[in-house]
């Protein structure tokens, strides 16, 4: 009897041993995923904050005015050029 307990015990042993092993290698593996993922979501706060910065360049007044008189051939309203509408006038 004593040496089916032991025989028992052993097996116990090593199963418990094994199972040791592998919640240690996932709990690597998981470790190891975390980290990659910390890294990707600190990339993307990297990618917004630059997105928001080039949001904020291009929606400048200076920028829209150059692009409107280069591109566009636009030009300010001056007084010698502005047409003011009456209501009835023929």
């Known amino acids: 009897m004593s040496v089916k307990v032991n025989v ?3 097996t116990l042993l090593v199963g418990c041993a094994l199972s040791v092993v592998n919640a240690r290698y996932q709990a690597r593996h998981l470790l190891i995923e975390l980290e990659r993922l910390q890294q990707h979501a600190h990339q ?3 990618d917004w ?3 928001q910065l080039d949001q904020s360049r ?3 007044n200076d920028r ?3 692009i409107a ?3 566009l051939n636009m030009a300010p309203v ?3 050029r502005t047409q003011y509408l009456t209501e009835g006038a023929p």
Do not use: G, H, S
């Open 8 to 10: 028992f015990l052993t």
């Open 44 to 46: 993307l706060d990297v």
């Open 49 to 51: 904050d630059q997105l």
């Open 58 to 60: 291009l929606a400048k």
């Open 64 to 66: 829209i005015e150059q």
């Open 69 to 71: 008189r280069a591109e």
């Open 78 to 80: 001056t007084p010698a």
